[in-house]
């Protein structure tokens, strides 16, 4: 029997880093069992050459795996950029769910439900759809300050979102937190809500993970590391107080944050004593940032208490781990507090007791197996390939 044709829909670019590391190695494997696979992406209307190198290389790694779309409109004066980018993909959408007779859609987060629901009212063919939740998006855009908390905008999402809820035919969640959100929040309108909601964690590739992690790390020193963006989920007020804290009571340890926002933790940390010495600030090519990982001893993830995170499970926390680090992390960030106590492979703490939390990560440090920890908790719970072989089940059921 000939499998399903998929769409995946995006509105990010085809660069984007999540696309990169969890999106596209699904359809990959996807079109691996026989599926076809198709993905739109986002793209700007002109790409400097650098851009078009990197767009090329991503194309030709899934050259006979993946049918890439790409969306590009020039920008109309009477219309605004936002509105435009999702008249130009739902129709685009529309036309590729006729022409390549799509059997599932698969959504990647809200606004590309948005297109693809509305696509869809446009097409005759029965298509199944499966909306892919990766985050709490209007609270995510509340907390960056782009929505008022009760604006007319955020209402008529919430509303849509809803519906999309409503329809969908399946929908994934990053996290049991996530799920249990779900059930709380939505139940009472959708009674079948649990039933057809999934928890598929981000995973990372372990494929290729070098045998020999636990000989790069320092021994003669301990080494911290951040590694990410200066956005504001990271929270940068939590980072500075870890710093200030290491300088305060625990000068021995080295501060290494890896960053392409090299400004904005410029100035954050600068006033910090032992800055440029103790505290290094780098930016650094991807295969520098995994070989600076697996020479350091432990790694910071650092959060807010709030919606968005309790029902995240950050990309970055799986790489810690495959690096052979340890994670000192704030608690209440998705199902992250639950896979570090029952591995022991870190410590979790409150804002107000990283002095603490610092005192128990080096006595950790201690425990000549806690790299080896780190590394067998990725491989049985973290691996990219258990969350792949969890959407082709889900994708056979439909």
Known sequence: ?????????????????????????????????????????????????????????IK??????????????????????????????TKQTRDIIKNHKID??????????????????????????????????????????????????????????????RKADAMVVVSKKFKEYISEAYTRYIPDIVDKTVAITNGTDISDLPENIIQHKKRDKISVVYSGSAMKWQYLPGIKKFVAECRKNFKEIEINILT??????Y????????FGEKIILQTLESHQVKEKLMESNFAIMIRERNL??????????????????????????????????????GVVVDENKIQYGIEEMINLLKDENIYQRCIDTVKKELDLQNSIDKYIDLYSKL
Not at 18 to 36: D, M, N, R, T, V
Request: with cysteine; glycine share 4%; proline share 2%.
């Open 1 to 57: 029997m000939n499998k399903k044709s998929i769409l995946f829909v995006s509105d990010s670019s085809i660069t984007n880093r999540i696309l990169h590391s969890q999106g596209f190695p699904l359809l990959a494997s996807l079109s691996e069992e026989g599926y076809k696979s198709f993905c739109i992406t986002y793209e700007k209307l002109q790409n400097t050459e650098n851009e078009i190198e990197t767009i090329n290389r």
């Open 267 to 274: 100035d954050l940390l600068k006033g910090i004593d032992g």
């Open 104 to 165: 599932i859609v698969h959504t990647r987060s809200l606004i590309p439900s948005v297109m693809a629901l509305t696509a869809l009212m446009f097409t005759t063919r029965k298509v199944k759809f499966i909306y892919d939740n990766r985050g709490v998006l209007i609270e995510e855009e509340i907390y960056r300050g782009n929505l008022k908390k009760n604006g007319i905008i955020t209402v008529a999402l919430k509303l849509f979102e809803l519906k999309i809820m």
């Open 260 to 265: 392409y926002d090299y400004d904005q933790f």
């Open 308 to 345: 968005v995170n309790k029902v995240a499970t950050p990309v970055k926390f799986a790489e810690y781990l495959s690096a052979g680090l340890p994670v000192f992390l704030s608690s209440g960030i998705g199902d992250t507090e639950d896979i570090i106590n029952r591995n022991k492979i």
């Open 60 to 89: 030709n790694k899934y050259l006979n795996k993946i049918t890439f779309f790409e969306n590009r409109y020039k920008s109309k004066k009477i219309i605004p950029n936002w509105i435009l980018r999702i008249i130009t993909m």
